[in-house]
T-cell receptor, first 114, second 118 residues
Framework: DTGVSQDPRHKITKRGQNVTFRCDPISEHNRLYWYRQTLGQGPEFLTY????????KSRLLSDRFSAERPKGSFSTLEIQRTEQGDSAMYLCAIPSFPGANVLTFGAGSRLTVL | AQKITQTQPGMFVQEKEAVTLDCTYDTSDPSYGLFWYKQPSSGEMIFLIYQGSYDQQNATEGRYSLNFQKARKSANLVISASQLGDSAMYFC???????????????FGTGTRLKVLA
């Protein structure tokens, strides 16, 4: 139990389809991060939420990507018109406890775009 | 500019021996944090150790220690008495404050794949 649940764990889709990933922290945390990890690389920052406000977005987050955290608890990451280059692991992370420096990661959602 | 550099794509170590994984970083923020995470083949990111920029002592957690050399901007991970279960990818990461919004951003290196040999 990592403290962060991600769904789905695996998603295979055809190019051009839309996909949505969900991140559910087990307990309330004001900070929530999304990262993308491609094969053989480290996680790359995508976006950051402070409660329901999306405060930072990476340039990696093109206009096909949108993230929300409507009630400051769970978060969704949607990719529209998927491309093969979107194939990656999408990781959600929260502080290990309120105010912590350390991030706890979810198990991730692996996307494969055919 | 690359802010976290891990120059060792892969490392081998004999079981029960110690190994050092290198990490250098670059930041202009006086307040930052340095982390090491382990990622086994199962994919989960497991936190190992943390060092704050103002911490005087090098961090230690069981068999893990962080060799923090602030002037050289390096934060190497030392694993003592390697075990077969230590075989994994290891990522160095840095937390720095983003000045525009005052939020924290975490940046990861490209990782080092460690293989422990029996």
């Amino acid at each position: 139990d990592t403290g962060v649940s991600q769904d789905p764990r695996h998603k295979i889709t055809k190019r051009g389809q839309n996909v949505t990933f969900r991140c559910d922290p087990i307990s309330e945390h004001n900070r929530l991060y999304w990262y993308r990890q491609t094969l053989g690389q480290g996680p790359e920052f995508l976006t950051y939420f402070q409660n329901e406000a999306q405060l930072e977005k990476s340039r990696l987050l093109s206009d096909r990507f949108s993230a929300e955290r409507p009630k400051g608890s769970f978060s969704t990451l949607e990719i529209q018109r998927t491309e093969q280059g979107d194939s990656a692991m999408y990781l959600c992370a929260i502080p290990s406890f309120p105010g912590a420096n350390v991030l706890t990661f979810g198990a991730g959602s692996r996307l494969t775009v055919l | 500019a690359q802010k976290i550099t891990q120059t060792q794509p892969g490392m081998f170590v004999q079981e029960k021996e110690a190994v050092t994984l290198d990490c250098t970083y670059d930041t202009s923020d006086p307040s930052y944090g340095l982390f090491w995470y382990k990622q086994p083949s199962s994919g989960e990111m497991i936190f190992l150790i943390y060092q704050g920029s103002y911490d005087q002592q090098n961090a230690t957690e069981g068999r893990y220690s962080l060799n923090f050399q602030k002037a050289r901007k390096s934060a190497n991970l030392v694993i003592s008495a390697s075990q077969l279960g230590d075989s994994a990818m290891y990522f160095c990461a840095m937390r720095e404050v983003l000045t525009t919004s005052g939020t924290y951003k975490y940046i990861f290196g490209t990782g080092t794949r460690l293989k422990v040999l029996a």
